[in-house]
């Protein structure tokens, strides 16, 4: 079966630090890939997606980046945290159509 | 453009009462639409999904939701409420074009009381 793991489950930075947020999947290949970002009280913002290693689309410009160095390994990352980067980070996977998609547990950053 | 609008921000009911979340869709197209769950600082679960067939669709924990073209709605109902359903709910609608991408509403807070 297919499984998500995303990695810390929370995670407390100062601001100017850098970022490195990792989502793996196992089960499948050639999945899709997405980073949501849920902020307080707010619905959620897609912000990266991947088709595909070396693939990446951005839905919003910001201060973090994406990267997919493998097939199933997904990486949020940020060279200097602003305040307004806190909040919930979801990886998801989707195997395309009408599927809908698998979400990991989430990552809570906190920048102080 | 595709887009949801969840009418509620917060719903309350009573424990064995039937819950009712509103969600209404925008799209040009016969639309997918899903409903996640999202229970306190966890990942989002899918409840049901409509992909053009039945237009009433069950889900998991005797949630169902119905498609109704004429209204644009897809609402999500459930007969009783239990003290578990209390979470947030999110709908959905899947964007044309490529990658398969999602689109959120911003979510009704289920809360549920003895």
């Known amino acids: 079966s297919q499984t998500i793991h995303q990695w810390p489950a929370t995670l407390v930075q100062p601001v100017g630090s850098p970022l490195s947020l990792e989502c793996t999947v196992e089960?499948?290949?050639?999945?899709?890939l997405y980073w949501y970002r849920q902020a307080a009280g707010r619905g959620l913002q897609l912000l990266f997606y991947?088709?595909?290693?070396?693939?990446i689309s951005s839905e919003v410009p910001q201060n973090l980046s994406a990267s997919r160095p493998q097939d199933r390994q997904f990486i949020l990352s940020s060279k200097k945290l602003l305040l307004s980067d806190s909040g919930f980070y979801l990886c998801?996977?989707?195997?395309?159509?009408?599927?809908?998609?698998?979400f990991g547990s989430g990552t809570r950053l906190t920048v102080v | 453009a595709q887009s949801v609008t969840q009418l509620d921000s917060h719903v309350s009911v009573s424990e064995g009462t039937p819950v009712l979340l509103r969600c209404n869709y925008s799209?040009?197209?016969?639309?997918?639409l899903f409903w996640y769950v999202q229970h306190p600082n966890k990942g989002l679960q899918l409840l049901l999904k409509y992909t053009s067939a039945a237009t009433l669709v069950k889900g998991i924990n005797g949630f169902e939701a119905e498609f109704k073209k004429s209204e644009t709605s897809f609402h999500l109902t459930k007969p009783s409420a239990h003290m578990s359903d209390a979470a947030e709910y999110f709908c959905v609608v899947r964007l044309t074009g490529g990658g398969n991408k999602l689109t959120f509403g911003t979510g009704t807070q289920l809360k549920v009381e003895l």
């Open positions: 991947s088709v595909g290693i070396g693939q």
């Open positions: 799209s040009s197209y016969s639309p997918s």
């Open positions: 998801a996977w989707s195997g395309g159509g009408d599927y809908g998609y698998t």
């Open positions: 089960g499948t290949s050639n999945p899709n």
